[in-house]
């Protein structure tokens, strides 16, 4: 059974058909990446993390499904060239080159994606994710320590459970 409702599904085949020779590295992200990864919740829209040209980039790419083009936009805990799809009614997200807020009111640098994606693999998808010890820090950044703690205790359990098994 797929951790994934159809409709995700399909526009994730969509998604990874489109994106699938961008030069510019991306990912997924949020809900839709935590539950590929195992963790138990359904998502209700997907994310996609890249840099700023990434993000343009996939705009022109996806233009007929394109709500809103990118643009620098800045909130509480980040900031981002963010950009809205609407594919088959799924809201899909995009943000390039995000930063989270420092505790000093400074901004972390750019992350480097290409230390933090693992692939998945659903059916014939094969689709990058952000690892999950760096989606829990960025949860914590943006204050949403709730689902920092989430995936930390999945995190511990997989662990735990590993350690079982080789014993």
């Known amino acids: 059974m797929s951790p994934l409702p159809e409709l995700h599904l399909r526009v994730l085949g969509l998604l990874a058909e489109h994106l699938k020779d961008l030069p510019h590295l991306w990912a997924l992200t949020g809900s839709t990446s935590l539950a590929l990864q195992g963790l138990p919740l359904t998502p209700h829209d997907i994310d996609l993390q890249t840099t700023k040209a990434g993000a343009f980039a996939m705009a ?25 799809l609407r594919i088959r009614d799924l809201r899909v997200e995009m943000m390039g080159d995000i930063q989270h807020r420092r505790p000093d009111g400074g901004w972390y640098p750019v992350p480097d994606l290409s230390a933090h994606i693992v692939y998945v693999d659903i059916g014939d998808l094969h689709l990058p994710v952000l690892r999950l010890s760096y989606e829990a ?31």
């Open 60 to 84: 022109r790419r996806l233009q007929p499904w394109v709500v809103q083009a990118p643009f620098f936009r800045r909130s509480r805990h980040t900031r981002s060239y963010w950009g809205l």
């Open 137 to 167: 820090r960025a949860y914590r950044r943006m204050g949403r320590e709730q689902r920092a703690g989430e995936i930390e205790r999945w995190l511990a359990s997989l662990s735990a459970s590993a350690h079982v098994d080789q014993t």
